[in-house]
């Protein structure tokens, strides 16, 4: 089979495509046909960081992390799919785990769902990190309940658009901080109200849209300073989530407000083993709204296609894209 293996760490993305052998399904693995993947920013820190990140997978690395396609055998003691069936997840692309970028992939059952019917099969690749990185967030994380109040930092992003969709449907007043007018045109038709976070400080944006109460629950995709923001925008006793907390922070404001701080780091069943099974949970609750219209995936209009994935990486540092960017791998 066909598979692209970066050859050396660092700001130049040196893919090289290769033939590698088909690979067999071990104890409760499916082999996959892959047909679509995404590229994610936690992709592009593999590729540039390499060794600095412990997860990181040895050299020459099979990366990709998302994954649709369609199953083509079935190991020992594997019971969730059959051949035939239309899945998708997150199977690899850390160390120990090969990545999505080939024409065949093995995984663990427990890291699948049964890809949306309602959606192209190739552009499903896109959607589970984001959405199951967003689920943990508000529903495992922070419990969000209707008729809360949600912010959302950066609410046009990756993990941020699937953020604003979940917390509409879960019935919460959805905010989310936005950086230009097309981002917030993006927010508004996915039923969230946009703040223009250039335009407004902090404490204005809490003033006009809670009174200076604060929001129940702020998710923090960015980091940095954006995490201390979300301390000061959460209500005396709220919660904050984020993915980004590899950083320093005055917890004084947190512990001021007594605030409860929760982190996502939804690579970490791959990594461990432990607590696979809630992914692919999570996953089959994002088909069935997929394919109720309550979920999208924004895709960006530029598509690539697995062995073009340096230019993919490319475009995504040079921060152009709108939304995911999507990978095509096979039919």
């Keep these: 089979m066909k598979a ?12 090289a495509e290769r033939d590698v052998p088909v690979p067999e399904p071990g104890p409760g693995e499916v082999l996959v046909r892959v047909a679509g993947s995404s590229l994610n920013p936690i992709d592009n820190k593999i590729a540039t960081l390499g060794a600095a990140l412990a997860f990181a997978p040895e050299l020459p690395a099979l990366l990709g992390m998302d994954m649709s396609g369609t199953v083509e055998a079935v190991g020992p003691g594997a019971t ?11 199977p690899g692309g850390v160390r120990g785990l090969p990545g999505t970028l080939a024409e065949y992939v093995t995984a663990d059952e427990r890291l699948l769902g049964r890809a949306p019917e309602n959606m192209d099969l190739a552009d499903a690749g896109a959607v589970p990190l984001v959405a199951t990185t967003a689920w943990l967030a508000l529903f495992d994380k922070s419990g969000l309940k209707p008729g809360e109040r949600l ?19 879960a019935g ?31 404490d204005e944006y809490v003033d006009e849209y809670t009174g200076g109460e604060g929001f129940d629950a702020v998710f ?31 917890l004084g404001p947190l512990h001021a407000k007594s605030l409860s701080l929760h982190v996502v780091f939804m690579l970490l069943p791959l990594v461990t ?13 994002v088909a069935g ?9 924004l895709l960006d209009e530029r598509r690539f296609d697995f062995r073009d994935i340096a230019s993919a990486h490319r475009y995504w540092a040079s921060g152009q894209a709108m939304g995911k960017i999507g990978v095509a791998v096979g039919a």
């Design 4 to 15: 692209m293996l970066l050859t050396e760490y660092g700001g130049e993305y040196p893919f």
């Design 80 to 90: 969730r799919f059959k051949v035939g069936d239309r899945v998708f997840g997150c």
């Design 151 to 169: 912010l959302v930092q950066g609410g046009a992003g990756g993990v941020g658009h699937m953020a604003v969709q979940l917390g509409v449907h």
């Design 172 to 202: 919460a007043e959805v905010f989310a901080t936005v950086s230009s007018p097309d981002k917030a045109a993006v927010v508004e038709a996915l039923g969230g109200t946009p703040i223009d976070y250039k335009a407004v400080t902090v």
């Design 220 to 250: 923090d995709t960015v980091g940095g300073k954006v995490l201390d923001n979300s301390f000061r925008a959460a209500r005396t006793g709220g919660r904050v989530v984020s993915t980004n907390t590899r950083s320093t922070h005055d």
């Design 273 to 285: 083993g432990q607590g696979r099974e809630r992914l692919g949970e999570i996953l089959e609750n």
């Design 289 to 297: 709204l997929v394919d109720a219209d309550e979920l999208a995936v």
